[in-house]
């Protein structure tokens, strides 16, 4: 995003963002850098050895109850929270494998290829032969993280033709092995979507499609893919929203340091006819607060952890997905006030909430910085 439209995009306020800020997150006055590299943190987690130790524990008591759970969602989220300590992880992973849902199975499969768990390759091989298209996918993208020569023909006819879920999974699988020859083909892809799958696909999962699918090509470096992921970060209608989040995801994920404007205004932008308070936790936003908290996390990845106070508005929403959303949040902002909130949840009443606040906890006392979804 242009200098322009980042003055314009911020508001004069006391919420840690100003056209001064956001140069050099958390300090007032700053320079905004010229290059794409995002500007330091300010601060870090300050705990002892044996808080550190104490919280970790804690945390993967919480994922490795979860991953034992009768209720599938939560083995495989417990799974992706667990990435951020391989060594653990990786006795889930085995069994995650050969679980009886096919959403486990390819959660495993996709934690295996990202942490490169070599010695599971025995257990992923037979999941080429998965009867969901997903999980096949995985296992291609897994046994190719190994080393290993994998035909990755299935993957590129899953993007044309497959299901919905198979071309997400595709896209991402492209995007995340820098399969730079799959760039004419992701194009084409997305030019289907305005096509002849437009009469196919229902408009949500062609919008959600077509974003998951740009954002394989930023990661490929198509810029234009850029421009238009920042281009679905406004909904103009309530079906749009999710597609939107999603867009603010994405750039945190890509770390588009150009887009730092556009998510600090959706951030901080009041409803018309409010007044400013001086305290941002008590304004009334624009935005809904699932995309606020999604563009708050994309600037923590960026670099900007000022909107720790987003994640503190929302963290006792009266909705579980709003609540883990703030978990992951706060996973990226990680002041010593963040920890302690995220040890908070641990004990809230919604398991999936617990989960997020684990997976949160061990991204921070891990210093981890993977990305997956």
């Known amino acids: 995003m242009t200098t322009g439209l980042l003055l314009g995009g911020c508001q004069s306020s006391n919420d840690g963002w100003t056209t001064e800020t956001i140069g050099s997150a958390g300090t007032p006055g700053a320079a905004r850098p010229t290059t794409q ?73 996709m934690v295996a290829g990202r942490l490169r768990l070599k010695e599971t390759a025995p257990l992923v091989r037979p999941l080429l032969r998965d009867h969901d298209g997903s999980v096949r996918i995985a296992a ?12 990755l023909t299935p993957v590129s006819e899953a993007l044309m033709r ?60 198509d810029e234009s893919a850029r421009n238009a992921i920042r281009a679905a970060l406004y909904p103009a209608a309530t079906e749009e929203l999710e597609a939107s989040v999603l867009a603010a995801q994405i750039l945190g994920e890509i770390r588009d340091a150009d887009a730092a404007a556009e998510l600090v205004r959706l951030v901080t932008r009041i409803a018309p006819g409010t007044t400013e308070h001086p305290d941002p936790m008590r304004r009334i936003y624009l935005y809904p607060k699932e995309l606020r908290l999604a563009a708050a996390r994309s600037l923590a990845q960026l670099g900007y952890p000022d909107g720790w106070y987003v994640g503190l508005q929302y963290a ?7 609540r883990a959303q703030v978990a992951f949040v706060l996973s990226e902002t990680r002041r010593n006030e963040d920890v302690k909130i995220l040890e908070r949840m641990l004990g809230d009443e919604d398991e999936i909430v617990r989960v997020s606040a684990a997976a949160g906890l061990l991204k921070v006392l891990e210093g981890s910085d993977r990305r997956g979804r």
């Open 37 to 109: 590299s995002p500007p330091p943190r300010s601060g870090a987690i300050d705990l002892d050895v044996l808080e550190r130790s104490r919280l970790r524990e804690q945390a993967l008591s919480v994922l490795e109850n979860a991953a034992l759970s009768e209720w599938a969602l939560l083995r495989a989220n417990a799974l992706e929270g667990m990435s951020n300590v391989p060594t653990r992880v990786e006795p889930f992973v085995r069994t995650g494998l050969a679980d009886e849902n096919l959403g486990v199975r390819y959660s495993a499969a």
């Open 316 to 322: 006792r929403d009266p909705q579980p997905a709003v």
């Open 162 to 221: 497959g299901s919905v879920r198979e071309r997400k999974v595709a896209a991402f699988v492209l995007g995340e092995l820098g399969e730079r020859s799959a760039v004419p083909l992701l194009l084409d892809a997305s030019r289907r979507l305005q096509s002849s799958d437009a009469d196919v696909l229902p408009a949500t999962e062609i919008r959600l499609l077509r974003l998951q699918i740009g954002e394989a090509l930023a990661k490929l470096g």
């Open 140 to 151: 291609m993208y897994a046994l190719t993280r190994f080393g290993e020569s994998v035909d």
